[in-house]
C-alpha cells in the first residue's frame, strides 16, 4: 500500500489552521495513523484510527477520512507544533509510513 | 512509566551483523497485548517497520529485509534484540525500538540510536 502525502512543505504562523493529507494506494478502511517527529526526536503518537486522539494528545489536533483520503488539522498552531508529520498505514503489514509534511514557520 | 533504550555500536562493517538491545523499563514484555518491534529510519526519509515480537512468538519481519533480520524477545532480562545480517550501506540508519499496539500503531518508542555502515 503506498502513501502519498502532501504537501511535502508547508509554510505557516503561530495561530494558524493548517490541513495536511495522505492518500491511500487502496482502501484501507480507517486504518490510519499520524505521528509528530520532531528533529533528533523518535515520532509520537498523535492519531489512530484515522480520527481518534491519542491520550495526552491537545484537542487542537484532529483527523478525518476513511477509505482513501485522510486529513491532519491542526488548529490554533502553537510554536512546538513545527515539525514532521507522518501517516502510518495499520491496515496490511508492514505498516508503511508516508513519506512526511514538514510543517515550518513562515 | 514505560520505557525503552536501545544499545549496541554505532558502527558496523559491510557484510556484518548489526545487533542492537532494548532494554525496557517500567513494563513487562510478557504481554499478549503488545508486541515488542524495531523501526528504522534513514537520514531524512520515513521510518520502516523491521519486525515486531510477542514475547511467546510469532514474529512478523518487513519482506524489504530480504529475511536478513531476526527479533529476540528475553522476557527473563526484560530486554529484546535486532540482530541484521549481511549489511550494507542502505542499512545506515537511526534505529529505534518500540511497543506496538492493535494493528502496528506504535505507542512507545525509544530515543533511537544512529549506526552507521562503513569499512
Known sequence: IQLTQSPSSLPASVGDRVTMTCRASQNINNFLNWYQQKPGKAPEVLIFSASSLYSGVPSRFSGSGSGTGFTLTITSLQPEDFATYYCQQSSIPPYNFGRGTKLEIK | ?119
Open chain 2, 1 to 119: 512509566q514505560l520505557q525503552m533504550q536501545e544499545s549496541g555500536p554505532g558502527l558496523v562493517k559491510p557484510s556484518e551483523t548489526l545487533s542492537l538491545t532494548c532494554t525496557v523499563s517500567h513494563a513487562s514484555l510478557d504481554s499478549t497485548t503488545f508486541s515488542w518491534g524495531w523501526l528504522r529510519q534513514p537520514p531524512g526519509k520515513e521510518p520502516e517497520l523491521i519486525g515486531s515480537s510477542y514475547s511467546a512468538g510469532p514474529a512478523y519481519y518487513n519482506p524489504s529485509l530480504n529475511s536478513r533480520a531476526t527479533i529476540s524477545v528475553d522476557t527473563a532480562k526484560n530486554q529484546f534484540s535486532l540482530k541484521v545480517t549481511f549489511v550494507t550501506g542502505a542499512d545506515t540508519a537511526v534505529y529505534f525500538c518500540a511497543r506496538l499496539g492493535y494493528s502496528g500503531l506504535v505507542t512507545v518508542w525509544g530515543q533511537g540510536t544512529l549506526v552507521t555502515v562503513s569499512s
